[in-house]
């Protein structure tokens, strides 16, 4: 198999949803672009202080000058006109634009929110532009950044007392992580606005794992949170009252098994498909990485019980093969060797089934076959 990309990596984090607004913005998200491209840190702060010294405010400048250039970046990544290196510098440039974005400490507070990635979400930069969007607004913010273990989350809470706490996750794959924070963080009495494309573009999956609120944008979230307090959350609950479909136990089983599936479909698929017997080992590592992703997931669609999960994943990653000159068709060998794997995991099999059937549907584009 050629190599998959990171599961919805840059569709879902690295750019960031696009955002209407003043038209002058678009003039100045150009100029970022240029010099996000070249790389040239200098120019990029130069922009946006330009901008600033041309009339534009700081929240038009994070949101649609930079937010609309982190946007871009998603989008030339995945049309295979940016390279990984040219994602992770240009991510780089855009966060020290936000630094010097920072307001003063404001002399009066609206009170006190904290905002935090969910635990193993490493997309910071949209929950960074919330962050930095609500201190401009009056709000004191204890940002915690990526990657926050709930643990850790829930012990903050205890020491700062936080009258909300605003969660961001880009990740479909982090939905079961999402789901505890929510519930460990409703259960000390703090309520929980969520945010970002892995709850879906119409905020479903908030929804469905009992987030008090949901927000499309740093903009609509920051507006929710100066139009009043949010719902009091309810009182501590199991997952499973949120996802009763969870009681048949498939997610955790499948999730327990991750490994050994990953293992004995790479194992199968080089005696299905003739063209890995020739891989070097960077290759099989890489193979195995792709499996994984596909694995990973098929588990989410059944921790939330949503086909269209997996079917999005599989149909987007065959965009990006296909803009690679890789045909979506390397995927379905796996999704069949899984299947024959999980004959016990009825869930499990109708959601690879419709996987097969979202790739079969798609237009077939020229190019080797496994």
């Given at each position: 198999?050629?190599?998959?990309?990171?599961?919805?990596?840059?569709?879902?984090?690295?750019?960031?949803?696009?955002?209407?607004?003043?038209?002058?913005?678009?003039?100045?998200?150009?100029?970022?672009?240029?010099?996000?491209?070249?790389?040239?840190?200098?120019?990029?702060?130069?922009?946006?202080?330009?901008?600033?010294?041309?009339?534009?405010?700081?929240?038009?400048?994070?949101?649609?000058?930079?937010?609309?250039?982190?946007?871009?970046?998603?989008?030339?990544?995945?049309?295979?006109?940016?390279?990984?290196?040219?994602?992770?510098?240009?991510?780089?440039?855009n966060?020290?634009?936000?630094?010097?974005?920072?307001?003063?400490?404001?002399?009066?507070?609206?009170?006190?929110?904290?905002?935090?990635?969910?635990?193993?979400?490493?997309?910071?930069?949209p929950a960074?532009?919330?962050?930095?969007?609500?201190?401009?607004?009056?709000?004191?913010?204890?940002?915690?950044?990526?990657?926050?273990?709930?643990?850790?989350?829930?012990?903050?809470?205890?020491?700062?007392?936080?009258?909300?706490?605003?969660?961001?996750?880009?990740?479909?794959?982090?939905?079961?992580?999402?789901?505890?924070?929510?519930?460990?963080?409703?259960a000390?009495?703090?309520?929980?606005?969520?945010?970002?494309?892995?709850?879906?573009?119409?905020?479903?999956?908030?929804?469905?794992?009992?987030?008090d609120?949901?927000?499309?944008?740093?903009?609509?979230?920051?507006?929710?949170?100066?139009?009043?307090?949010?719902?009091?959350?309810?009182?501590p609950?199991?997952?499973?009252?949120?996802?009763?479909?969870?009681?048949?136990?498939?997610?955790?089983?499948?999730?327990?098994?991750?490994?050994?599936?990953?293992?004995?479909?790479?194992k199968?698929?080089?005696?299905?498909?003739?063209?890995?017997?020739?891989?070097?080992?960077?290759?099989?590592?890489?193979?195995?990485?792709?499996?994984?992703?596909?694995?990973?997931?098929?588990?989410?669609?059944?921790?939330v019980?949503?086909?269209?999960?997996?079917?999005?994943?599989?149909?987007?990653?065959?965009?990006?093969?296909?803009?690679?000159?890789?045909?979506?068709?390397v995927?379905?060998?796996?999704?069949?060797?899984?299947?024959?794997?999980?004959?016990?995991?009825?869930?499990?099999?109708?959601?690879?089934?419709?996987?097969?059937?979202?790739?079969?549907?798609?237009?077939?584009?020229?190019?080797?076959?496994?």
């Amino acid at each position: 198999m050629t190599s998959i990309p990171a599961p919805g990596h840059h569709r879902v984090g690295a750019r960031l949803a696009p955002v209407p607004g003043d038209e002058r913005a678009a003039t100045w998200a150009a100029g970022l672009w240029n010099a996000v491209r070249a790389a040239d840190e200098h120019a990029a702060l130069d922009t946006v202080s330009d901008a600033l010294a041309a009339g534009l405010d700081a929240e038009t400048v994070l949101l649609e000058v930079v937010g609309a250039v982190q946007h871009k970046v998603g989008v030339e990544w995945a049309a295979n006109r940016m390279s990984v290196a040219d994602e992770h510098a240009a991510t780089a440039i855009n966060e020290r634009v936000v630094s010097s974005l920072s307001p003063a400490r404001p002399a009066a507070s609206l009170g006190r929110v904290t905002v935090a990635c969910v635990d193993r979400e490493w997309h910071a930069l949209p929950a960074r532009l919330l962050a930095e969007t609500l201190r401009l607004r009056g709000w004191q913010v204890g940002y915690l950044g990526a990657q926050v273990p709930t643990a850790h989350l829930v012990s903050h809470l205890h020491r700062t007392g936080a009258s909300a706490v605003c969660l961001s996750g880009s990740l479909s794959t982090r939905l079961p992580a999402s789901h505890a924070a929510i519930t460990a963080v409703q259960a000390t009495g703090v309520p929980v606005m969520v945010g970002g494309l892995a709850f879906g573009p119409d905020g479903r999956y908030a929804r469905l794992l009992g987030a008090d609120a949901w927000a499309p944008d740093a903009r609509s979230a920051a507006d929710r949170l100066g139009a009043g307090p949010l719902p009091r959350p309810r009182p501590p609950h199991q997952a499973t009252d949120d996802l009763p479909h969870l009681t048949d136990q498939e997610f955790t089983l499948v999730r327990q098994s991750a490994r050994t599936l990953v293992r004995e479909t790479c194992k199968r698929l080089e005696a299905r498909v003739a063209a890995l017997r020739d891989y070097d080992e960077a290759q099989r590592e890489r193979t195995a990485e792709d499996i994984a992703h596909i694995v990973e997931f098929l588990t989410t669609a059944l921790y939330v019980d949503d086909s269209e999960l997996f079917t999005g994943f599989l149909t987007w990653t065959g965009e990006i093969l296909a803009a690679r000159g890789v045909p979506a068709g390397v995927l379905l060998p796996s999704l069949e060797l899984l299947d024959e794997q999980l004959r016990d995991f009825p869930r499990a099999r109708a959601l690879l089934r419709e996987g097969r059937a979202a790739l079969a549907s798609r237009p077939r584009t020229a190019g080797p076959t496994p």
